[in-house]
């Protein structure tokens, strides 16, 4: 029986692989799976190496960094020595996987990348490491295939996961009786990120541009969204003294009914922005880091959306600019602003039709299944 491994690093990664898995047990591949992951994997019977309960940080955390490089050489060791995989399936998480693919590369074990570091973003000079190592790419962006094969890189374009992924709208009235909410006023959902990083930097600014909002219109009622990846009383330190109303574990429902979100950067704009919901996005983090990510980057957009449109459509609130009066300002024009309202959701609307209809892990699963076949 041939062999996958999979490498994953955080909560979205353990869901994008559960997928694929789900798929490969549906095209009826007899292959044999472990994997670095969490509970989505697990549930499946996948037999885990480690799981990723300590992988999700950013910064220069040099414990974090310690415990990569530890877990990176037991893995290597694991895999070279008694798993002897066919196969490794590398699935977001550029920083860990572009580095440990080096050392795959080196032990002979072939790999595939889904979901790959966005390298058209920033530091495209990662495009060398993965020429170099990487057997396969399989893309999720139009542009991203393009781009590689101008590099000479076996590449593939399977589709974005989100856009089979995300279940139809939720029921309004349904949701709003749900949570306790008003159904006579407009709800804001804030999504402060998934990762402590982000929790430090930007909790404190929605919140303080939630009060402004409060004070300015009796109409809006907000709520945040509070990441599965982040424990409760890591959350409860950075969310103090507020009233505004906590929802877990259902964050596309939530998506989906708002009437504006103030979000921190990430994949949840892309899915808002497949749901049509107006929204800014949000971002600061220490001015060191801030500068570097200016060096490096490669194009002038954060978000999404933006990147995919090629167009500046969602208010990017970045750095410097990232203060509550501001945020607040942009939120208000989103809630009563109707011709900038049905100007964003119709350039939104766009985004789809942009990506690729394809369903993600189920082409993710044919090509392994054929390389494995």
Same mark, same amino acid.
């Not at 996961?161 to 407009?186: I, M």
């Not at 919140?207 to 219109?217: G, M, S």
């Not at 933006?306 to 459509?313: A, C, E, M, R, S």
């Given at each position: 029986?041939?062999?996958?491994?999979?490498?994953?690093?955080?909560?979205?990664?353990?869901?994008?692989?559960?997928?694929?898995?789900?798929?490969?047990?549906?095209?009826?591949?007899?292959?044999?799976?472990?994997?670095?992951?969490?509970?989505? !994997?697990?549930?499946?019977?996948? #037999?885990?190496?480690?799981?990723?309960?300590?992988?999700?940080?950013?910064?220069?955390?040099?414990?974090?960094?310690?415990?990569?490089?530890?877990?990176?050489?037991?893995?290597?060791?694991?895999?070279?020595?008694?798993?002897?995989?066919?196969?490794?399936?590398?699935?977001?998480?550029?920083?860990?996987?572009?580095?440990?693919?080096?050392?795959?590369?080196?032990?002979?074990?072939?790999?595939?990348?889904?979901?790959?570091?966005?390298?058209?973003?920033?530091?495209?000079?990662?495009?060398?490491?993965?020429?170099?190592?990487?057997?396969?790419?399989?893309?999720?962006?139009?542009?991203?295939?393009?781009?590689?094969?101008?590099?000479?890189?076996?590449?593939? !374009?399977?589709?974005?996961?989100?856009?089979?992924?995300?279940?139809?709208?939720?029921?309004?009235?349904?949701?709003?009786?749900?949570?306790?909410?008003?159904?006579?006023?407009?709800?804001?959902?804030?999504?402060?990120?998934?990762?402590?990083?982000?929790?430090?930097?930007?909790?404190?600014?929605?919140?303080?541009?939630?009060?402004?909002?409060?004070?300015?219109?009796?109409?809006?009622?907000?709520?945040?969204?509070?990441?599965?990846?982040?424990?409760?009383?890591?959350?409860?330190?950075?969310?103090?003294?507020?009233?505004?109303?906590?929802?877990?574990?259902?964050?596309?429902?939530?998506?989906?009914?708002?009437?504006?979100?103030?979000?921190?950067?990430?994949?949840?704009?892309?899915?808002?922005?497949?749901?049509?919901?107006?929204?800014?996005?949000?971002?600061?983090?220490?001015?060191?880091?801030?500068?570097?990510?200016?060096?490096?980057?490669?194009?002038?957009?954060?978000?999404?959306?933006?990147?995919?449109?090629?167009?500046?459509?969602?208010?990017?609130? !970045?750095?410097?600019?990232?203060?509550?009066?501001?945020?607040?300002?942009?939120?208000?024009?989103?809630?009563?602003?109707?011709?900038?309202?049905?100007?964003?959701?119709?350039?939104?609307?766009?985004?789809?039709?942009?990506?690729?209809?394809?369903?993600?892990? #189920?082409?993710?699963?044919?090509?392994?299944?054929?390389?494995?076949?």
């Amino acid at each position: 029986m041939k062999k996958l491994f999979i490498v994953t690093g955080e909560l979205s990664g353990d869901t994008h692989a559960a997928a694929v898995v789900k798929q490969l047990r549906e095209l009826g591949a007899e292959i044999e799976i472990e994997a670095i992951g969490g509970t989505n !994997l697990k549930n499946l019977g996948v #037999k885990l190496f480690s799981d990723h309960s300590k992988m999700s940080a950013m910064g220069l955390n040099f414990k974090i960094l310690a415990e990569h490089a530890l877990l990176m050489k037991r893995l290597v060791a694991y895999l070279k020595n008694e798993y002897k995989p066919d196969l490794v399936l590398l699935i977001d998480y550029g920083g860990f996987n572009l580095n440990l693919s080096k050392f795959l590369k080196k032990a002979g074990i072939k790999t595939f990348y889904y979901i790959p570091p966005q390298i058209w973003a920033s530091r495209k000079w990662r495009i060398k490491t993965v020429k170099k190592n990487i057997s396969k790419v399989l893309t999720i962006f139009p542009f991203e295939k393009a781009m590689y094969e101008k590099e000479g890189i076996n590449a593939g !374009l399977v589709g974005h996961p989100r856009v089979a992924q995300l279940p139809p709208h939720a029921n309004r009235d349904e949701f709003f009786e749900k949570y306790g909410l008003d159904k006579n006023k407009k709800l804001v959902a804030i999504f402060p990120g998934s990762r402590k990083f982000e929790l430090e930097n930007l909790m404190d600014v929605f919140l303080d541009a939630a009060k402004i909002l409060k004070n300015k219109e009796n109409n809006v009622q907000f709520v945040i969204s509070q990441a599965p990846s982040i424990k409760d009383e890591v959350f409860r330190k950075y969310f103090k003294n507020s009233d505004i109303k906590v929802i877990k574990n259902d964050n596309q429902a939530l998506l989906s009914v708002s009437d504006a979100l103030i979000l921190a950067s990430g994949t949840v704009a892309l899915e808002a922005a497949l749901y049509q919901t107006p929204m800014i996005i949000s971002y600061r983090g220490p001015w060191l880091y801030y500068f570097i990510y200016r060096l490096v980057r490669c194009i002038n957009r954060v978000c999404l959306p933006n990147i995919i449109l090629d167009k500046d459509v969602v208010p990017e609130i !970045l750095q410097g600019d990232c203060k509550p009066e501001i945020i607040a300002e942009q939120i208000h024009a989103l809630l009563h602003d109707q011709k900038r309202i049905s100007a964003m959701k119709e350039d939104l609307g766009h985004v789809k039709a942009l990506l690729s209809a394809k369903e993600a892990a #189920k082409e993710a699963a044919k090509n392994i299944a054929a390389e494995l076949s």
